[in-house]
């Protein structure tokens, strides 16, 4: 099975600062790999897909990146609605596994 | 809109069965691929299971293998997760998402407590 590391597993952050989320997998996973964002009591949000691409409706400020086996996750000028939990998801073979996530706290 | 509605949840011993179902509209469901997704208690996102959508292809996390089935019915827009000889550690909120690949839409989860 293919493995999703995810760090730093928490993220003390303020404001308007800019952060990265690090998601590395075991084997080679091309682009296949998904962001989501995750708040307590509310479904999982699909922020990026396909390492890169941003989905419809998802602010400008996320951006993903990577290819092959390391991929980050970055969030400029942090927004109050921005603090949640953060999770990799890699599509290339079953089973689908996410990483373990990142939670972004003030 | 696109409208994922799970139910079926509910708290059951170790040992017994339970079948949750997803129920789809705003969309042609047949053209999809789906996947249930759950989250223990206190822990991370966990992919169950995936189904193509026609059925010809399904998936199961290695935790599940054996014990869960997924299936669908693309005449009454229904999916469904059939899970036996539950265990505590299956419990937690189970998600329907829709997505053959990336998961786009998502429904808000039913809970599924296993405790004696």
């Known amino acids: 099975d293919i493995q999703l590391t995810q760090s730093p597993p928490f993220l003390s952050a303020s404001l308007g600062d800019g952060v990265t989320i690090t998601c590395r997998a075991s084997?080679?996973?091309?682009?296949?790999l998904a962001w989501f964002q995750h708040k307590p009591g509310k479904s999982p949000k699909l922020l990026i897909y396909?390492?890169?691409s941003l989905e419809s409706g998802v602010p400008s400020r996320f951006s993903g990146s990577g290819s092959g086996t390391e991929f980050t996750l970055t969030i400029n000028s942090l927004q109050p609605e921005d603090f949640a939990t953060y999770y990799c998801?890699?599509?290339?073979?079953?089973?689908?596994?996410f990483g373990g996530g990142t939670k972004v706290e003030i | 809109q696109v409208q994922l509605i799970e139910s079926g949840g509910g708290v059951v011993h170790p040992g017994a069965d339970l079948r949750l179902s997803c129920a789809v509209s705003?969309?042609?469901?047949?053209?999809?691929?789906m996947q249930w997704v759950r989250q223990a208690p206190g822990k991370g996102l966990e992919w169950v299971a995936f189904?193509?959508?026609?059925?010809?292809?399904?998936y199961y996390a290695d935790s599940v293998k054996g014990r869960f089935t997924v299936s669908r019915d693309n005449s009454r827009n229904m999916l469904y997760l059939q899970m036996n000889s539950l265990r505590p550690d299956d419990m937690g909120v189970y998600y329907c998402?829709?997505?053959?690949?990336?998961?786009?839409?998502w429904g808000k989860g039913t809970t599924v407590t296993v405790s004696s």
């Open positions: 998402a829709k997505g053959g690949l990336y998961l786009d839409v």
């Open positions: 705003g969309l042609t469901f047949s053209s999809f691929g």
């Open positions: 189904i193509h959508y026609d059925s010809s292809k399904k």
């Open positions: 084997h080679n996973i091309n682009s296949y």
């Open positions: 396909a390492a890169s």
């Open positions: 998801q890699q599509l290339d073979t079953s089973p689908f596994t």
